[in-house]
């Protein structure tokens, strides 16, 4: 059985901004094949998806609940740790500082902050057709009734001459009754240069 939380680079402790980060890094560097990618959010980014997964998972490899529970315990140590220390903070606010150092010091920050933004130049990305199928497979899962019962296929990508990618595919799942569903769906998805992806649903249907 394969274990997608190794191949993203994570453990099963993981958290869900943790798998989420893991899969958009894995997209952005095209590490990963397509089906693989998809597979890995299938699996582990709907927490009832998730949950069944991971019994199948340690039925399979059960050495893998003593890692997940030694993760824990690091995890819980190193809370308690800082919130011991929060509270030992709390105990012993710092001293009073003067107004003059107040300000002056409230000058200085404000020189520093606007010599960072002016030299600062706008995150770009480079837009992929792995990460134009993640972005648009997003917003076609927020559209479902069930999205955890979602299952990706038919995958097609093509690369506009603008740096802009035209997605499709289809996606099996259940409507409000519990009846399977199958939609087809076209994403135009373009690189907003901000670090995020601008979608426009093309076609759902």
Same mark, same amino acid.
């Given at each position: 059985?394969?274990? %997608? %939380?190794?191949?993203?680079? !994570?453990?099963? *402790?993981?958290?869900?901004?943790? !798998? /989420?980060?893991?899969?958009?890094?894995?997209?952005?560097?095209?590490?990963?094949?397509?089906?693989?990618?998809?597979?890995?959010?299938?699996? $582990?980014?709907?927490?009832?998806?998730?949950?069944?997964?991971?019994?199948?998972?340690?039925?399979?490899?059960?050495?893998?609940?003593?890692?997940?529970?030694?993760?824990?315990?690091? =995890? #819980?140590?190193?809370? #308690?740790? =800082?919130?011991? =220390?929060? #509270?030992?903070?709390?105990?012993?606010?710092?001293?009073?500082?003067? $107004? !003059?150092?107040?300000?002056?010091?409230? &000058?200085?920050? $404000?020189?520093?902050?606007?010599?960072?933004?002016?030299?600062?130049?706008?995150?770009?990305?480079?837009?992929?057709?792995?990460?134009?199928?993640?972005? +648009?497979?997003?917003?076609?899962?927020? =559209?479902?009734?069930?999205?955890?019962? #979602?299952?990706?296929?038919?995958?097609?990508?093509? *690369?506009?001459?603008?740096?802009? %990618?035209?997605? /499709?595919?289809?996606?099996?799942?259940?409507?409000?009754?519990?009846?399977?569903?199958?939609?087809? &769906? /076209? +994403?135009?998805?373009?690189?907003?240069?901000?670090?995020?992806?601008?979608?426009?649903?093309?076609?759902? %249907?």
């Amino acid at each position: 059985m394969q274990n %997608y %939380y190794e191949i993203l680079g !994570i453990t099963p *402790a993981a958290s869900a901004a943790e !798998i /989420s980060a893991a899969i958009k890094k894995a997209a952005e560097r095209q590490a990963l094949d397509l089906d693989v990618l998809t597979a890995c959010r299938n699996h $582990l980014f709907d927490n009832q998806a998730r949950q069944a997964y991971n019994q199948q998972l340690f039925a399979a490899r059960p050495e893998l609940l003593e890692e997940v529970a030694l993760e824990a315990q690091a =995890r #819980a140590a190193a809370t #308690a740790e =800082r919130e011991a =220390r929060q #509270a030992v903070i709390a105990a012993n606010p710092p001293k009073k500082t003067s $107004l !003059i150092m107040i300000f002056g010091g409230g &000058f200085i920050l $404000l020189f520093l902050l606007a010599t960072i933004f002016s030299n600062k130049s706008p995150q770009k990305t480079t837009l992929s057709e792995f990460s134009a199928q993640a972005a +648009c497979q997003d917003v076609i899962t927020d =559209r479902l009734k069930a999205p955890s019962s #979602a299952k990706f296929g038919g995958w097609q990508h093509k *690369a506009n001459g603008d740096g802009s %990618y035209t997605v /499709s595919g289809y996606v099996d799942a259940q409507n409000s009754f519990g009846a399977p569903l199958r939609n087809h &769906f /076209s +994403c135009a998805v373009r690189d907003n240069g901000n670090g995020n992806a601008g979608i426009t649903i093309n076609g759902f %249907y």
